[in-house]
């Protein structure tokens, strides 16, 4: 199994709502990272759990939480977003975490949550 | 820091066509990874092809092949026999192979269009 899934596909939420995005993958791997990404933009990294803890937090506001409950699952916990929030976030996960000198440490990413902000 | 340049924001091939993607870099470091990810419109982000900087040889995928100018830290991608499928965004990457190689840096795209 080489896929990472993205639960919901779509979310539009008001300023006032709390949700969750979710992520999944089954490959084994130890690092997991969530990304916002603009229309025709690159990525922009916002966290990096390595081991289930988080390891990196890009300046990320404090209305994006995010958690990480086991090995193969990372959250993204939504509140008070602001409509500039609306993107496609999207999750990857690579097997490796930093330190490992000899891989490539490919980042497999899955198919993203589109986010509209009302 | 390390960055990525990709000097076509856009570029358009004709079917059964070659085209060449390009990529320039800047790192102080000496061992790194570099890649092509490609990403369909609404579609998800996949890896074309990797490349190791100490490996000489250029990687090849299939019809997708990259020419790895270390000295000139040039990383261009080529495209032979273009498919409609190939239209896509294309991201350059890079990471170091060291203490940081969990860290993706992108450069800013090249949307590719196929033409019939």
């Known amino acids: 199994d080489t896929e990472v899934t993205q639960t919901p596909k779509h979310l539009v939420m008001g300023m006032t709502n709390k949700k969750s995005l979710k992520c999944e993958q089954h490959?084994?791997?130890?690092?997991m990272y969530w990304y916002k990404q603009k229309a025709k933009k690159p990525p922009e990294l916002m966290f990096v759990?390595?081991?289930?803890?988080?390891?990196i937090n890009e300046s990320v506001p404090s209305r994006f939480s995010p958690e990480c409950p086991n090995s193969s699952l990372l959250n993204l916990h939504l509140h008070a977003l602001q409509p500039e929030d609306s993107a496609l976030y999207l999750c990857?996960?690579?097997?490796?975490?930093?330190?490992?000198?000899?891989?490539?440490?490919?980042?497999?990413f899955g198919p993203g949550t589109r986010l509209t902000v009302l | 820091a390390q960055t990525v340049t990709q000097s076509q924001p856009e570029m358009s091939v004709q079917e059964a066509e070659t085209v060449t993607l390009s990529c320039t870099y800047d790192?102080?470091?000496?061992?790194?990874?570099l890649f092509w990810y490609k990403q369909p419109p609404s579609r998800q982000m996949i890896l074309v092809i990797r490349?190791?900087?100490?490996?000489?040889q250029n990687a090849t995928e299939n019809r997708f092949s990259v020419n790895f100018q270390k000295a000139a830290k040039s990383f261009s991608l080529k495209i032979s026999d273009s498919q409609l499928g190939d239209t896509a965004m294309y991201f350059c990457?890079?990471?170091?192979?060291?203490?940081?190689?969990?860290?993706?840096?992108f450069g800013k795209g090249t949307l590719l269009t196929v033409n019939p």
């Open positions: 990857a996960s690579s097997q490796r975490t930093s330190g490992d000198f000899s891989s490539y440490n490919e980042q497999f």
């Open positions: 490959m084994g791997h130890r690092a």
């Open positions: 759990y390595s081991y289930e803890k988080l390891s």
């Open positions: 790192t102080s470091e000496s061992n790194y990874y």
């Open positions: 490349q190791e900087a100490y490996k000489q």
């Open positions: 990457a890079f990471t170091n192979s060291g203490g940081s190689n969990y860290k993706l840096t």
